[in-house]
């Protein structure tokens, strides 16, 4: 949960991390009701409440109260708003939408209105999953219906691994958090410090582990960069932390598999956001509110 103000500072916040694969919806909002609860009454007097939104790493309706599908956390169907009952500020609509769509907020927008570091690039957010955003002119793309992007479903190898979406061979399940770990003969438990550790120090299959995710990645992203000439990618979330190990094949790849890449060379940037940049692109997203229009707030 965090509280940020129309200058981007962070008012107030309380993070909690865990593995919500598979989890209860209901207990997971009780605990994000409590959290939310501590914080808003913690705030400083004075602070005055223009919006709440949720950053869920799934599909969500149009409309933006219902979560359609999360595959990873094995979600259908939930409504947010319902299940945080009173702890959502009152009087405020909760906007639910997709983690990787406000994450790439945070890399398109230093703050509020305010441009960031990149205009035009492909963000993917590295977690359990892979999510992803196309960003044109600080915009996000975000399609039809709210669900563009999804490059962690685009499909890799349709002989490869089963994923938790019913398909075959998605670039999450050779990229995502758990996949390169147990790639590398590690448990979900360890952590991609000590992949990178492992790598750096020459383990054959903490390296092959990375390479594999390497070549999954820039299959994906060839496919995408070709499709929307878009060739900054912006790597978020663990995909960020291991950034350095995995540019050098990325890149190489790429200058193979994007026709353009002769004149504009793919490139691969790590994000600089603080931890949760979903909940700070959900906040950023209220407060474009008051930029369009500071009048109504006056
Ligand atoms: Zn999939």
Redesign the pocket.
């Known amino acids: 949960v965090r509280v940020i103000d129309l200058r981007g500072r962070v008012v107030a916040e309380a993070l909690e991390y865990g593995d919500f694969v598979g989890s209860d919806p209901v207990a997971v909002f009780g605990r994000l009701a409590a959290l939310s609860t501590r914080v808003l009454g913690g705030l400083p007097p004075g602070v005055r409440l223009v919006g709440a939104g949720l950053a869920l790493p799934g599909i969500v309706a149009a409309e933006g109260d219902l979560l359609l599908r999360a595959?990873n956390l094995g979600w259908s169907d939930v409504e947010p708003a319902a299940l945080l009952g009173a702890a959502t500020p009152a009087g405020l609509p909760l906007h639910i939408d997709n983690e990787a769509n406000l994450a790439a907020r945070t890399a398109a927008e230093a703050a509020p209105g305010r441009p960031g570091a990149f205009g035009d690039f492909v963000y993917l957010s590295g977690e359990i999953g892979i999510g992803g955003a196309a960003v044109l002119g600080g915009q996000v793309m975000t399609g039809r219906h709210g669900w563009a992007g999804e490059i962690?479903?685009v499909c890799v190898d349709p002989a490869g691994p089963l994923?938790?979406?019913g398909?075959t061979g998605?670039l999450?399940t050779y990229a995502g958090r758990d996949a390169m770990l147990a790639a590398a003969g590690l448990t979900p438990a360890s952590t991609l410090a000590e992949l990178a550790e492992l790598a750096g120090g020459g383990d054959a299959r903490a390296r092959e582990a990375l390479s594999a995710t390497a070549r999954a990645l820039a299959v994906a992203l060839a496919g995408v960069i070709n499709v929307l000439d878009i060739p900054t990618v912006v790597l978020g979330g663990h995909l960020a932390q291991l950034a350095d190990l995995l540019r050098p094949e990325v890149e190489q790849q790429l200058r193979t598999r994007v026709l353009s890449a002769r004149w504009v060379p793919p490139r691969i940037e790590a994000a600089t956001s603080p931890p949760a940049p979903g909940a700070t692109g959900a906040a950023f997203r209220e407060l474009s509110g008051i930029l369009a229009d500071p009048a109504a707030w006056l």
């Open positions: 595959p962690g479903h994923c938790r979406c398909s998605c999450e």
